[in-house]
């Protein structure tokens, strides 16, 4: 009778391990450049056909470490970096300017494997904050730094450092000189135009427009990861920090539920702690990935006068990108080689 039941047991187990292997085939990059005011009619050509080649080169980047079994972590920092080196995004080469005329870039990654996660906030001369962030996870026993600290530690720590002139591009600072124009006491979002809109929080949205960068990916272990990189607002003053940096805010990833990269007017983002509550909403109510991101989206940080978007992977490889404004840069890449750019809603 004991040999029997040892013998089941051994079946049992042997054959519950044996149906489990990890999905190697299944592993998908999703990227997003910013939600806002991004109309075509708006849109030269010219312009449409970069966009659309920067965040093509930022999927080829990623996608290229996923196909040989690299880790998520190393996808989404490889693709959130080819954006910081754009011009066109808001992070990077791309950060717009403070008040001060300053370019302060805040970035944050998270590991979904370990919960692990780093970030920095205000930083000046690093080259790829993105980068900086991976590095406070990895070399450090932080999950942030933020300004002259984070430089410092950044240096230490081999990254690139440049000139805060590296950072300047002719049209951002054309933004800046608008915003002053348009109201010198408040902080204007990015690419501002001429339509308003204020939200709770006080503030004349100028611009639906947020230039904050991101990605998620699953890779062919199964592990997710989430990493957004930002210049922040316009015109921004007090050393103002959004939510881009904030683990559970802006960035967010968990292997048993999901990776999410946000992109939206900060302050509402915070003060809902959108990332993990999409999280959350899966964990707990078990929501699909796509009603929990539009939960959050299209329902409660519109209900309290903000918006944006968000680009959210869960861990079967489900992906859903809702945002609720005119626009958002966006795109994807799986397994089997296909890749998909958006700009415009659908």
Not at 154 to 182: C, H, M, N
Not at 210 to 236: E, H, I, Q, Y
């Amino acid at each position: 009778m004991k040999r029997c039941t040892g013998l089941l047991l051994f079946l049992f187990f042997g054959l519950k391990l044996w149906a489990a292997p990890a999905d190697t085939t299944k592993y998908v990059l999703v990227i997003h450049g910013g939600a806002g005011t991004i109309l075509k009619s708006q849109m030269t050509p010219e312009r449409e056909k970069a966009y659309i080649k920067a965040l093509e080169a930022a999927l080829q980047a990623g996608y290229a470490i996923l196909k040989k079994g690299g880790s998520s972590l190393d996808a989404v920092e490889a693709a959130v970096r080819v954006m910081e080196d754009s011009p066109l995004f808001n992070a990077g080469k791309g950060a717009v300017f403070t008040n001060e005329g300053r370019n302060e870039m805040d970035a944050a990654i998270m590991n979904g494997k370990t919960l692990e996660a780093g970030a920095v906030a205000g930083v000046t001369t690093i080259r790829n904050p993105i980068t900086a962030a991976r590095a406070v996870m990895e070399k450090s026993q932080h999950v942030m730094m933020m300004g002259p600290g984070a430089e410092k530690f950044a240096q230490q720590a081999g990254l690139e450092i440049v000139a805060p002139s590296y950072f300047y591009t002719e049209d951002r600072w054309r933004g800046l000189q608008r915003a002053k124009a348009q109201d010198s006491l408040k902080a204007q979002l990015d690419h501002a135009d001429t339509s308003k809109r204020t939200g709770r929080l006080g503030i004349e949205n100028h611009d639906y427009k947020f230039g904050t960068v991101g990605a998620v990916a699953l890779d062919r272990s199964g592990n997710l990861a989430a990493a957004t990189s930002t210049g922040g607002m316009t015109n921004k003053k007090f050393g103002r920090v959004g939510d881009a940096p904030i683990i559970g805010a802006g960035t967010y990833a968990n292997n048993e539920t999901c990776a999410i990269s946000c992109t939206g007017w900060g302050e509402y983002f915070i003060r809902l702690s959108v990332a993990k509550t999409v999280s959350d909403l899966i964990e707990y109510r078990s929501l699909d990935i796509k009603s929990a991101a539009d939960e959050l989206i299209m329902k409660k940080v519109p209900a309290l006068g903000g918006d944006g978007g968000l680009i959210a992977l869960d861990k079967n490889g489900h992906m859903a990108w809702p945002f609720n404004t005119a626009g958002m840069y966006r795109g994807s890449v799986t397994a089997d080689g296909k890749v998909a750019v958006r700009i415009y809603k659908e």
